[in-house]
């Protein structure tokens, strides 16, 4: 598997990533270079833990977010280890 096509958006207290169609937010550029030098490196694995040790699976999303929200294309969802979480479009 090779690595997706990463974007970075410098936002009030961080940045958001967005690798694929999956979102994670990072609170400094430490951090951050990590997770990308380790995402380069294997990122077969590295998406397996974020998808593992996610802290909004849509699984988990209360039921009005799972029938309204999604069902209209309105939420965007990320999956991390440092921390994420679920935007309103």
């Known amino acids: 598997m090779s690595a997706k096509s ?3 958006t410098p936002v009030l207290n961080g940045f958001k990533v967005q690798v694929g169609c999956q979102e994670v937010v990072f609170n ?3 951090q951050l270079t990590g ?3 380790a995402y380069y ?3 077969e694995k590295i998406e397996a833990l974020y998808l593992k040790n996610a802290v909004n699976k ?3 999303l209360p ?3 799972t029938q309204v929200e999604l069902s ?3 939420v965007e969802t990320g999956a ?10």
Do not use: C, H, Y
């Not at 280890?81 to 309103?88: D, F």
């Open 72 to 74: 209209s294309n309105k």
């Open 58 to 60: 849509l699984m988990n």
């Open 35 to 37: 997770e990308i030098f």
């Open 28 to 30: 400094n550029v430490k």
């Open 80 to 89: 991390a280890r440092g921390g994420t979480g679920v935007q309103a479009r």
């Open 6 to 8: 990463i974007t970075i």
């Open 63 to 65: 039921t009005f977010f």
């Open 41 to 43: 490196k294997d990122p």
